[in-house]
Structure formats: structure tokens, C-alpha cells
């Protein structure tokens, strides 16, 4: 289970029928992304990080580093905030 992205959706207020609309997926394919049963193509990975606003290639880190996510979404927001 992809903890993380569950988190991220639901910290952006939306249902998974959401993101998968705005990523151009089946809901399904998502659900499966979410649960990690499948693995996103880096293409499908990089509309979702689009529609979440976070990196893509989180997708593809070890799991250990999960929060490692976090970390690197705070310091997008911090260095978004200081580049305005």
C-alpha cells in the first residue's frame, strides 16, 4: 500500500475517481496504483504527480523512504514561497 499517495490525495481533497479523471486513467488502474498492486508508467506516474502536485519520480523511491516524500513536498512549498 502506498501510504503516502492516499495521504497526498486526501491532504488535496479529492476522491480517487478525481485524480484518476484528471490524470486521464480508470479509476480502477488507480485504486491498483494506490493499494501497489501495479506500477505506474513513468508517462501515468508523471500525470498523477501533475494532479497531486508532487514529484513523480516518488513513485519510483524505495519504499523506505516514504517519508522522505514529505520532506522533499515541504521543501518544494518553502522554495515556491521564497521564489514569489
Known amino acids: 500500500m502506498r501510504e503516502w499517495l492516499i495521504k497526498t490525495r486526501e491532504e488535496r481533497?479529492?476522491?480517487q475517481d478525481q485524480v484518476?479523471?484528471?490524470?486521464?486513467?480508470?479509476?480502477?488502474?488507480y485504486n491498483m496504483i494506490e493499494r501497489g498492486k501495479r506500477r505506474p508508467s513513468v508517462e501515468v506516474a508523471k500525470r498523477i504527480g501533475q494532479v497531486l502536485h508532487f514529484e513523480w519520480t516518488s513513485f519510483f523511491t524505495p519504499?523506505?523512504?516514504e517519508t522522505t516524500l514529505e520532506e522533499r513536498q515541504k521543501n518544494q512549498v518553502q522554495h515556491k514561497e521564497g521564489t514569489q
Not at 484518476?20 to 488502474?29: F, G, H, L, P, S
Open 63 to 65: 519504499k523506505c523512504n
Open 20 to 29: 484518476a479523471k484528471n490524470a486521464d486513467i480508470e479509476r480502477t488502474y
Open 13 to 15: 481533497g479529492m476522491t
